[in-house]
Nanobody
Framework: QVQLVESGGGSVQAGGSLRLSCVAS????????MGWFRRAPGKQREGVAA???????SYTDSVTGRFTISQDNAKNTLYLQMNSLKPEDTAMYYCAHSGPRYCSGSLRMNPSGYEYWGQGTQITVSS
């Protein structure tokens, strides 16, 4: 079992920045993926940014160049730095850990590649 606790959500005006954090605890997997997903009202959950232990990183096109995913292994913490936020970034953001699931390739940005999920943190961007 892996427990994930997100923080850092809130409301911001368009063009602003926020940083999400996700502290992971519990079982340690030798290979895994971690990522950020979001669900906007009326839409399906989508992958925002993710990486695997091999060093491959993925971003959805709409955030490339604006968002950066990173990890502090010493603190068991995953981050998502979000700059130049847009109203269309408004959503509930979730941290995810693949656990034992296969998550390479296209599954790195697919919710089905992830076993464990945080409770979510709301981001609201006003115009």
């Amino acid at each position: 079992q892996v427990q994930l606790v997100e923080s850092g959500g809130g409301s911001v005006q368009a063009g602003g920045s926020l940083r999400l954090s996700c502290v992971a605890s519990g079982y340690t997997y030798r290979t895994y993926c971690m990522g950020w997903f979001r669900r906007a009202p009326g839409k399906q959950r989508e992958g925002v940014a993710a990486f695997d232990r091999a060093g491959s990183t993925s971003y959805t096109d709409s955030v490339t160049g604006r968002f950066t995913i990173s990890q502090d292994n010493a603190k068991n913490t995953l981050y998502l730095q979000m700059n130049s936020l847009k109203p269309e970034d408004t959503a509930m953001y979730y941290c995810a850990h693949s656990g034992p699931r296969y998550c390479s390739g296209s599954l790195r940005m697919n919710p089905s590649g992830y076993e464990y999920w945080g409770q979510g943190t709301q981001i609201t961007v006003s115009s």
